[in-house]
């Protein structure tokens, strides 16, 4: 049989379905954080769960037990942090292996972090764990697939793992990482056989090496992705699943021997096979082992195809077909010690054709349940199907077992309940549930059971209710607990008869009752049958016997029963034995019903009751031998059909209807009202004439009545009808039901999606819709069952219906109209329709209201489309909720009036989606916006201006939301049109001219006011004239009778001015005093011990790529530029493809060429054309006189192309040559810059940091008492004092064996009382760092400080429960005063390496001096003394002072940069000089400013200001913001030195202008003796720049990897080589084309294994 059309025979048997609806029953839960990463159940019942970074212990009914956190930890890609080629950072964990090992009582856990290294954990409880150091064993990479599981074999078992390569070809290594770095990478194999039987710490514990033997390893040979899906063991056998990149899915067999490596010797694999009709190739996402028997077993496969959102279908695949083939496997398979010949060998699925098909499924679980196969598919959308099939491989009944209602993927297999078969746990995103397997409860007699077809379920015949086999005693006995394998009949029945009290009853009195089924073997000599009425529970009779019981009925009995109304319940007792069995019988009363007034029973009624049908009397009687009795058929029509020999005649056939021609009865054919006589043509037909019809192209049922009493209707069980066609009209026949004139169509269904929790209204267009009475749709879903039916629908016209839907699951359904007694569904009238449940508002904007209410709230959210009605509302708001609307495809609600609290504040607002739950966001609501004026004004084209004044508020009211109306008189207004609304303002224009406006009405939302703008007139100037005269006299009067208090008050505001006069004198006297004084106080300068310069390469590197550690590519030679190849390998590899690229680059005139082209390209970003720049500078580093040459041309070519705004030359960085000067001169300028500018460049940024420390510095926003720049000043100053403290040092640690870090002495370190406990740190390893040496690195959260007193240590923290906390929630960061450390206090610095770490919080939570949530700091912190006065212009001269602090460093900078060691510039500048200069010559420039700016330009602003922003391009250091902001002051200052404009400054000038304003024009005068001194030495000869030239080059020989470089420049040669190609023979250069292909080739053939 076609198992397509098996499984349709199977949903019309089981339409009970018809629900498809997950029946609610209570589950238990566990909800997580994070996603799910595994699941694992063990024998004892504990349910083990890993998500990300943690791991869960459940119990049986999902409770948890223990938590374990796994993450995030400091890791990274190597073995060692040190040297890594990734820098490490704090990584989550993912969990990749969770394996329980019920043998030896444990559980193995292996995840990303320490390279798939794994933990043991104890069974009972996983916090109790030890750590195994072995990496690999996982993958540890999150996308790299990993699977594990235990083999049972014979000695001993072991661990079969199989992960992904993460190895240096594979697309999980960083771009750092590739070429001779330390990555760790994985050359053991991808799938091992290991030892899992060893104690942690064994050498031989996850080892898969197997002594002499070997490795029982399978490795790959070659660069190859293999995703590994599933692996098992059956038997002795070993399986094991993967998709091979996107190839078609491959599966590998093992034969279990007694030793691993025997076992990976037996190594077979085969390509799985599926129907060749897909376009693309499948790739498997989930399979499972069907165990059939000890011979025989199947797999099952879901199939994909990437990126689509087809069907996934089932397949299916004989295993033991499988073990018989030959062993090998495809080329890129290696065994060690192994020759085995690669083969292709195919295994074809059991059927070729799909098994089942869904959308979306993702994971498969299969199950033998009572020899029957039971699949367990979750899909993404979140349901868990549950697939019902024979061993035949025939689908029997797909279910939904659960759906969830987020529709979170179930990925996961489901895992069964080792204590309770009848549970399992399934898991979706971040939940797990415990559900049942199956509702056999629902099921409430062995009929539906049976016909349910679930293997689970089964009838309990003695407790008479469907249930599992274990809730069923004796439930192996086919007699006690009937399984689906039986037949319906074989369920357990009583019948009784007769069903019916008439004449035929009241002749034998007799009542009979037989069991069948299963209850016929209960049934014995001591079987006893009792008949009760169940109304009054009297007995009727009682009987016995083996097979049947005969109850006979006494005299009195038969009256009784006679005179019962109809119907009348029989409860009928069977015991036998431990048998009792109840069930009750409907009886029916024919003398009640032959007697009732209004006998309305049909034919078929009457006899299904057991009564009598007399045909000529029309009616349901007694008595059999009524006059035309019916029997046991009822006449009925059957079918409708043309007259063959003539058109104009209907044949109707009718059954059973001899009795109705023997009895002469005529009778009538009635359509749609229309009467026909009708005529017999022989005993089961009659004949009508067919009828005109006025409603065209609907469906008429036919009805057969009788002539004489038109009310008696023939039965018409079959609901015939005919279409209402007229042959009169053009193309139009009479038609039957088989034949359909016009043909109805559904071309369309709006909405597509619906909510699936609602009634939905849905609209169906199409033609020929009106052609039946009614209408019914059908809702159809899995496999085509029906899943719920729509009889609410309506027949607007013949070309749309209206119905509204029924509830149903969610997913893609198939829509069905079907009209009147149609049953099949016709393919025409179908359309596609998609239930949603999960409906999620995820944001509302704006979340800010006035209290009035009334703004537009615009919804964001999740499948917001198929919403119907929105309604919002205030928690606590009494109010009915309104309704949202829907605007340009969007919802937006209008937020409610919050008048009742009438006060601002955050509010919780409600939204309420029909059929989901309710959800709430918060709303902060702000008084109402005030307008209190408005002027109206005439503009140039005749319109009305009109201006409202506004207070500022926070509302941020935009256009849209304001009304403004013009009011005239008689109730008029005009609509003006706002074109502005600004925070103090609204502007309007009307059309008209008129200005006398007198009333305007502003509404915003529900909120509305009218402003009034009335003239002055003479009672109002009295007005103005009064009110200050009296107000004149009320202050005379006031003053005399209050002056004696007034004096008193005055005496007090002297002494309270008096108080303050002595606060600014103080505080002035402080600011003079330290102008005077300061500078002494960096005394410590000059003991700044060894500068840390970088090297040459390091600084080249920083300044070349300055974008290197912001999380941009930046290739691995940069990071690492040191020469790691001899110049000999070196050229042997340039042999080998990159000599012609190195030729070609050295062709000058190509470069050029080559620089310009790319400089065209729209995708050549200025990015771009920086790292071709430091490239090229690095690739010819070893040839400086060729890229002089190079770009001498390019500043040439430049030059030339801005001849029309000159001034504008080498201001930015947009070209090559930009870019590529900068490079140059910093190289050329390495030795003067070390030698002149270094040591008062440090000096500057350690006088810096020194002033930082003494004053305050506030820890949170970095802000100091000392500065140069205002945005940094802290003027919320407190009282603070110097203390000097004795500190100690223990910084050994087990790893430090070459150094003795504790054998320094105690040093004497300067701090604040006020600082903070890290800012104490920073300040004690300041000066260890500059006592001995910057080369001691330590990372600040691994010290800690320790306070000791008397004998005891006391940690000091930034924070810990000693912290005080404000009342918002906010807490002060710790100080040294708040611990009490007097002066001289001992504080020891001790080092602890792998400690864990406490997250303090955010810095929002945090505060020191400065509040956080105030400007002006109003709230007073505590533990910081007595506040300041609280100016900010009053300790503007901190800035400078901390200038004058700082003065003679800056002058040493600036005069260090200018200064010309025995009186000669550096050849770099005086070689750029002259170029500028012939190029002004050249160009006839007279004017010198332009060269003054050309010279700024190529010089400072290119060179020496990125140097002072950024000493750490120099010095081994780090530049925090604040110190940012200092370098930024003097290096505007440089830069304005240099400047020709002159600036205008005031009172109102920032002060980082004004600070120096005095001092600039001192240094413009000295930077023009600077050019002047360059311009008079000359020009330097050719000789001389060569040779200094070549100098550099030898001197730095060797030390970057310049043909690294010279490759990155390929990729730009090979990226752009066909518009390249075309601009060569444009410009002549066609003999270099062929160069081009030969590098084309040279990289294609690279980029096949990669580049680095």
């Given at each position: 049989m076609d198992p397509v059309k098996d499984v349709s025979l199977y949903v019309l048997l089981f339409n009970t379905l018809a629900a498809l609806v997950v029946e609610v029953y209570p589950e238990d839960v566990f909800k997580f954080q994070t996603h799910i990463d595994n699941i694992a159940v063990s024998a004892n019942g504990r349910v083990f769960v890993a998500t990300e970074n943690y791991l869960h212990q459940l119990n049986q009914s999902l409770k948890l037990e223990v938590l374990n956190q796994t993450g995030p930890l400091l890791d990274g890609p190597c073995v060692e942090q040190q040297g890594c080629c990734v820098k490490w950072n704090k990584t989550a964990n993912m969990n990749k292996i969770l394996v329980v090992d019920e043998t030896r009582t444990r559980v193995l856990t292996c995840g990303t972090l320490r390279l798939g290294a794994c933990n043991v954990r104890k069974l009972h409880n996983i916090n109790q764990y030890e750590t195994d150091q072995r990496p690999n064993v996982a993958a540890f990479h999150p996308e790299a697939s990993t699977i594990a599981f235990l083999v049972k074999a014979q000695p001993v078992d072991y661990l079969v793992t199989a992960t992904t390569s993460t190895g240096k070809f594979s697309r999980f290594v960083p771009p750092t990482c590739k070429v001779g770095s330390n990555y760790n990478e994985n050359s053991d194999g991808t799938i091992l056989l290991r030892n899992p039987t060893e104690n942690v710490g064994d050498p031989k514990f996850l080892a898969f090496t197997e002594g002499e033997s070997g490795d029982a390893a399978v490795k790959l040979n070659e660069a190859v992705e293999l995703q590994y899906i599933h692996g098992f063991q059956w038997q002795k056998h070993i399986y094991i699943l993967f998709n091979a990149n996107n190839s078609v899915p491959e599966i590998i067999h093992m034969a279990i021997s007694e030793y691993r490596v025997a076992t990976v010797h037996s190594f077979s694999q085969a390509t799985l096979l599926y129907p060749t009709s897909k376009k693309q190739a499948l790739g498997v996402l989930s399979s499972a082992?069907?165990?059939?028997?000890?011979?025989?077993?199947?797999?099952?496969?879901?199939?994909?195809?990437?990126?689509?959102?087809?069907?996934?279908?089932?397949?299916?695949?004989?295993?033991?077909?499988?073990?018989?083939?030959?062993?090998?496997?495809?080329?890129?398979?290696?065994?060690?010690?192994?020759?085995?010949?690669?083969?292709?060998?195919?295994?074809?699925?059991?059927?070729?054709?799909?098994?089942?098909?869904?959308?979306?499924?993702?994971?498969?679980?299969?199950?033998?349940?009572?020899?029957?196969?039971?699949?367990?598919?979750?899909?993404?959308?979140?349901?868990?199907?549950?697939?019902?099939?024979?061993?035949?491989?025939?689908?029997?009944?797909?279910?939904?077992?659960?759906?969830?209602?987020?529709?979170?993927?179930?990925?996961?297999?489901?895992?069964?309940?080792?204590?309770?078969?009848?549970?399992?746990?399934?898991?979706?995103?971040?939940?797990?549930?415990?559900?049942?397997?199956?509702?056999?409860?629902?099921?409430?007699?062995?009929?539906?059971?049976?016909?349910?077809?679930?293997?689970?379920?089964?009838?309990?015949?003695?407790?008479?209710?469907?249930?599992?086999?274990?809730e069923c005693e004796n439930s192996n006995n086919s007699v006690y607990w009937i399984t689906i394998k039986e037949k319906i009949n074989s369920c357990p029945e009583v019948t009784m008869s007769p069903l019916a009290i008439d004449d035929s009853f009241k002749n034998t009195k007799l009542f009979t009752v037989k069991g069948r089924g299963k209850l016929s073997n209960f049934m014995n000599e001591n079987t006893t049958c009792t008949l009760r009425i169940a109304r009054n529970n009297?007995?009727?009779?009682?009987?016995?016997?083996?097979?049947?019981?005969?109850?006979?009925?006494?005299?009195?009995?038969?009256?009784?029963?006679?005179?019962?109304?109809?119907?009348?319940?029989?409860?009928?007792?069977?015991?036998?034995?431990?048998?009792?069995?109840?069930?009750?019988?409907?009886?029916?009363?024919?003398?009640?019903?032959?007697?009732?007034?209004?006998?309305?029973?049909?034919?078929?009624?009457?006899?299904?009751?057991?009564?009598?049908?007399?045909?000529?009397?029309?009616?349901?009687?007694?008595?059999?031998?009524?006059?035309?009795?019916?029997?046991?058929?009822?006449?009925?029509?059957?079918?409708?059909?043309?007259?063959?020999?003539?058109?104009?005649?209907?044949?109707?056939?009718?059954?059973?209807?001899?009795?109705?021609?023997?009895?002469?009865?005529?009778?009538?054919?009635?359509?749609?009202?229309m009467t026909q006589e009708a005529s017999w043509f022989n005993e089961s037909i009659i004949q009508c004439i067919r009828p005109q019809f006025v409603a065209e192209r609907r469906i008429i049922p036919v009805n057969i009545v009788y002539r004489k009493n038109p009310r008696i209707v023939i039965d018409n069980p079959n609901n015939v009808t005919v279409y209402s066609c007229d042959i009169q009209k053009p193309g139009c026949v009479f038609c039957t039901p088989e034949r359909i004139c016009t043909e109805s169509v559904v071309k369309s269904l709006e909405p597509k999606r619906v909510a699936s929790s609602r009634r939905a209204t849905v609209t169906i267009f199409g033609s020929g819709l009106s052609i039946g009475s009614r209408a019914v749709l059908h809702i159809k879903g899995i496999s085509d069952y029906v899943t719920a039916k729509s009889s609410n629908c309506t027949i607007k016209s013949d070309t749309l219906v209206r119905c509204v839907l029924p509830e149903t699951t969610h997913g893609k359904k198939t829509a069905c109209l079907l009209y009147d007694s149609e049953k099949d569904c016709a393919a025409n009238r179908t359309a596609v329709l998609v239930y949603i449940s999960n409906i999620l508002i995820t944001g509302i904007q704006p979340n800010l209201s006035w209290v009035s209410g009334g703004r537009g709230i615009t919804i964001s959210g999740r499948n917001l489309d198929v919403v119907e009605q929105l309604w919002t509302r205030l928690t606590g708001d009494p109010k009915k909720a309104a309704e949202c609307s829907v605007i340009n495809s969007s919802w937006v609600c209008e937020s409610p009036s919050d008048q009742s609290s009438g006060t601002p504040g955050t509010r919780i607002m409600l939204f309420q989606v029909s059929g989901s739950k309710e959800q709430n966001f918060s709303m902060t609501y702000q008084e109402n916006p005030v307008f209190y004026n408005f002027t109206a004004t005439t503009t140039d084209d005749k319109q009305l201006l009109i201006t409202i004044m506004k207070k500022k508020d926070k509302l941020q009211l935009n256009e849209s939301e304001i009304q403004?109306?013009?009011?005239?008189?008689?109730?008029?207004?005009?609509?003006?049109?706002?074109?502005?609304?600004?925070?103090?303002?609204?502007?309007?224009?009307?059309?008209?001219?008129?200005?006398?406006?007198?009333?305007?009405?502003?509404?915003?939302?529900?909120?509305?006011?009218?402003?009034?703008?009335?003239?002055?007139?003479?009672?109002?100037?009295?007005?103005?004239?009064?009110?200050?005269?009296?107000?004149?006299?009320?202050?005379?009067?006031?003053?005399?009778?209050?002056?004696?208090?007034?004096?008193?008050?005055?005496?007090?505001?002297?002494?309270?001015?008096?108080?303050?006069?002595?606060?600014?004198?103080?505080?002035?006297?402080?600011?003079?005093?330290?102008?005077?004084?300061?500078?002494?106080?960096?005394?410590?300068?000059?003991?700044?011990?060894?500068?840390?310069?970088?090297?040459?390469?390091?600084?080249?590197?920083?300044?070349?790529?300055?974008?290197?550690?912001?999380?941009?590519?930046?290739?691995s030679f940069v990071s690492d530029p040191v020469v790691n190849v001899s110049p000999a390998a070196e050229e042997n590899s340039l042999k080998e493809g990159c000599n012609a690229l190195c030729n070609f680059l050295s062709n000058e005139q190509f470069l050029v060429t080559l620089i310009h082209h790319l400089e065209q390209q729209k995708d050549f970003t200025i990015k771009d054309r920086c790292k071709f720049a430091s490239f090229l500078t690095i690739a010819f580093h070893s040839k400086l006189v060729y890229l002089t040459s190079v770009l001498d041309h390019l500043l040439k070519d430049l030059m030339d192309g801005s001849i029309a705004q000159p001034k504008l030359l080498l201001r930015r960085t947009e070209t090559v040559v930009e870019k590529l000067l900068t490079n140059w001169v910093s190289l050329c300028m390495y030795d003067f810059l070390r030698e002149s500018v270094g040591e008062p460049l440090f000096k500057l940024v350690s006088a810096i940091k020194q002033q930082f420390n003494l004053g305050p510095v506030d820890a949170i926003s970095g802000k100091a008492l000392h500065t140069l720049n205002e945005d940094w000043l802290l003027w919320e100053v407190t009282d603070f004092q110097i203390l000097k403290l004795d500190v100690s040092f223990q910084l050994n640690t087990e790893a430090d064996y070459d150094s003795d870090l504790d054998s320094t002495p105690t040093l004497g370190v300067d701090v604040l009382d006020c600082d903070t406990i890290g800012q104490a740190k920073e300040k004690i390893f300041d000066t260890f760092f500059s006592r001995y040496g910057y080369s001691q690195r330590f990372q600040m959260a691994d010290i800690d400080l320790e306070f000791v007193q008397n004998g005891e240590n006391q940690i000091l923290q930034d924070i810990d429960q000693s912290s005080q906390v404000l009342e918002n929630g906010i807490k002060t960061l710790n100080t040294i005063k708040h611990y009490r450390i007097p002066a001289a206090g001992s504080l020891v610095a001790i080092r602890r390496v792998n400690r864990p770490r406490t997250d303090s919080g955010t810095a929002n939570k945090l505060c020191h001096l400065v509040s956080p949530h105030s400007e002006f700091a109003e709230t007073r912190m505590p533990d910081q003394g007595k506040k300041k006065f609280k100016v900010k212009e009053m300790y503007l001269t901190k800035l400078l002072s901390t200038k004058v602090a700082l003065h003679c460093f800056v002058e040493d900078l600036f005069r260090g940069i200018w200064s010309m060691p025995n009186n000669k510039a550096p050849l770099a500048i005086r070689h750029i000089f002259d170029i500028l200069h012939a190029q002004a010559n050249n160009k006839k420039i007279t004017d010198p400013d332009v060269l003054h700016i050309w010279k700024t330009n190529s010089l400072p602003l290119r060179f020496w200001i990125n140097i002072i922003k950024n000493p750490q391009f120099v010095f081994d250091m780090e530049k925090t913001p604040h110190l940012d902001g200092c370098l930024s002051v003097i290096a505007q200052t440089f830069m304005d030195s240099f400047s020709l404009a002159s600036h205008q400054l005031g009172k109102h000038s920032p002060t980082n202008k004004v600070l120096y304003a005095r001092d600039i024009s001192h240094y413009k005068e000295e930077v023009k003796a600077y050019y002047q001194q360059i311009a008079d030495m000359g020009a330097v000869t050719k000789e001389e720049m060569e040779i200094f030239l070549t100098e550099e080059s030898k001197k730095h020989e060797n030390e970057f990897k310049e043909w690294s470089a010279m490759v990155e420049l390929g990729k730009y040669v090979q990226r752009y080589s066909v518009q390249l190609e075309s601009k060569l023979e444009i410009d002549g250069m066609e003999e270099m084309k062929e160069s081009i292909l030969k590098i084309k080739e040279y990289f294609n053939s690279k980029s096949k294994c990669g580049w680095e």
């Open positions: 082992l069907i165990n059939l028997s000890s011979s025989q077993a199947f797999m099952v496969a879901i199939f994909s195809q990437q990126r689509q959102s087809e069907n996934s279908p089932l397949y299916f695949y004989n295993l033991t077909q499988f073990n018989g083939y030959k062993k090998g496997g495809k080329s890129y398979f290696e065994i060690p010690n192994l020759k085995t010949m690669a083969i292709n060998q195919d295994l074809a699925p059991i059927r070729n054709t799909t098994v089942f098909e869904h959308p979306g499924l993702l994971s498969v679980t299969a199950r033998i349940v009572h020899d029957w196969i039971v699949l367990f598919l979750g899909t993404e959308d979140g349901q868990l199907i549950k697939l019902i099939m024979d061993r035949k491989m025939n689908v029997i009944r797909p279910i939904v077992l659960y759906e969830f209602e987020n529709e979170s993927p179930i990925r996961h297999k489901v895992a069964f309940d080792a204590l309770d078969p009848n549970y399992l746990y399934l898991a979706a995103n971040m939940e797990v549930r415990r559900i049942k397997v199956a509702s056999c409860a629902k099921y409430k007699s062995c009929t539906d059971c049976l016909s349910a077809k679930d293997p689970y379920c089964g009838w309990c015949t003695l407790n008479k209710r469907c249930s599992f086999a274990n009297e007995v009727i009779c009682t009987a016995s016997n083996i097979t049947k019981c005969s109850c006979q009925v006494s005299n009195n009995m038969y009256t009784q029963l006679k005179n019962q109304p109809d119907p009348v319940t029989i409860e009928v007792l069977i015991e036998s034995g431990s048998l009792n069995y109840t069930t009750q019988f409907t009886v029916h009363n024919c003398y009640k019903i032959a007697e009732a007034r209004f006998n309305n029973a049909t034919c078929s009624e009457c006899i299904s009751f057991g009564c009598h049908w007399c045909v000529v009397e029309h009616q349901c009687t007694h008595n059999p031998s009524c006059h035309g009795n019916a029997g046991q058929f009822c006449p009925e029509i059957d079918k409708a059909k043309l007259n063959t020999s003539s058109v104009m005649d209907l044949n109707i056939y009718l059954k059973n209807a001899k009795v109705l021609k023997d009895s002469n009865i005529d009778l009538n054919c009635m359509f749609d009202g403004i109306s013009v009011l005239r008189d008689k109730g008029n207004q005009l609509e003006c049109n706002v074109i502005e609304a600004i925070e103090d303002k609204i502007k309007c224009v009307l059309n008209t001219s008129d200005t006398s406006i007198s009333k305007i009405q502003v509404k915003v939302g529900k909120y509305e006011i009218i402003l009034i703008n009335q003239p002055p007139h003479k009672l109002f100037l009295l007005v103005l004239i009064l009110i200050p005269t009296m107000l004149l006299i009320f202050i005379v009067f006031y003053f005399v009778g209050t002056r004696r208090k007034a004096k008193q008050y005055s005496q007090r505001l002297n002494m309270q001015m008096e108080l303050l006069e002595s606060q600014f004198r103080n505080q002035i006297r402080e600011g003079f005093v330290e102008l005077q004084t300061e500078g002494s106080d960096i005394h410590l300068i000059d003991d700044y011990g060894t500068i840390p310069f970088l090297d040459y390469k390091h600084f080249a590197a920083r300044t070349f790529f300055p974008e290197q550690g912001n999380g941009e590519y930046v290739p």
